[in-house]
């Protein structure tokens, strides 16, 4: 079966940084576009960072720029999200999610906690 497992969150005060994880089976990694996502009180989930299937491409929401960076191990089938200068606008559950297009699939973790007191 296909599983995304992250870890790596908790409480962080501003400033401070976070790696977070998602390991990953039951599926080809190396041919999956990995993201991660977060889902802050109250609104809606959002995209924070994708990573290409190979590193070589990624992207970030505006709000992480510059502070977030995606990367990913095909050899250890996990995926990373280093965070910096953690803001009190970044609490949130935040997601891994990876897809695939032949086959389909588009599967979730079951989320990580960030807390960053204001």
């Known amino acids: 079966q296909v599983q995304l497992v992250e870890s790596g969150g908790g409480l962080v005060q501003p400033g401070g940084s976070l790696k977070l994880s998602c390991a990953a089976s039951?599926?080809?990694?190396?041919?999956?576009?990995m993201s991660w996502y977060r889902r802050p009180p109250g609104k809606e989930r959002e995209l924070a960072a994708f990573?290409?299937?190979?590193?070589?491409?990624?992207n970030y929401a505006d709000s992480v720029k510059g502070r977030f960076t995606i990367s990913r191990d095909n050899a250890k089938n996990i995926v990373y999200l280093q965070m910096h200068s953690l803001k009190p606008e970044d609490p949130a559950v935040y997601y891994c999610?990876?897809?695939?297009?032949?086959?389909?699939?588009?599967?979730w973790g079951q989320g990580t906690q960030v807390t960053v007191p204001s």
């Open positions: 999610n990876a897809r695939t297009s032949n086959p389909f699939m588009d599967s």
């Open positions: 039951g599926f080809t990694f190396s041919s999956a576009i």
């Open positions: 990573i290409s299937s190979y590193g070589s491409s990624t």
